[in-house]
């Protein structure tokens, strides 16, 4: 499956944006996805996750209450929606893809922009 991030960009500290991600090749619902974050001079770490039909959702605590993992199989696409954005949530975002039979994400996008001014 390929993935194409979208949807970062600047914004001022307690705003939105929403990312986007398409993916083609395979079916879409065959996969878990999930979003994560790297920040300058910082690991990459989880953000988010959602189930291959959208039941189940989990996030990182950092993240909790304010972004919301999405996503429609209709539309190969999976979302996440940034509320109330704070200057540490500044990251590249990349969504990822695992199939049912890993916990490993073996997918990965090339990575989205988001940068929250104070």
């Known amino acids: 499956v390929q993935l194409q991030a979208s949807g970062g960009g600047l914004v001022q500290a307690g705003g939105s944006l929403r990312l986007s991600c398409v993916a083609s090749?395979?079916?879409?619902?065959?996969?878990?996805m999930g979003w994560f974050r790297q920040a300058p001079g910082k690991e990459r770490e989880f953000a988010a996750s959602?189930?291959?039909?959208?039941?189940?959702?989990y996030y990182a605590d950092s993240v909790k209450g304010r972004f919301t993992i999405s996503r429609d199989n209709a539309k190969n696409t999976v979302y996440l929606q940034m509320d109330n954005l704070k200057s540490e949530d500044t990251a590249v975002y990349y969504c990822?893809?695992?199939?049912?039979?890993?916990?490993?994400?073996?997918?990965w996008g090339q990575g989205t922009q988001v940068t929250v001014s104070s």
């Open positions: 959602i189930s291959r039909f959208g039941g189940s959702t």
């Open positions: 990822a893809a695992r199939a049912e039979t890993t916990r490993r994400y073996d997918y």
């Open positions: 090749g395979r079916t879409f619902s065959y996969y878990h």
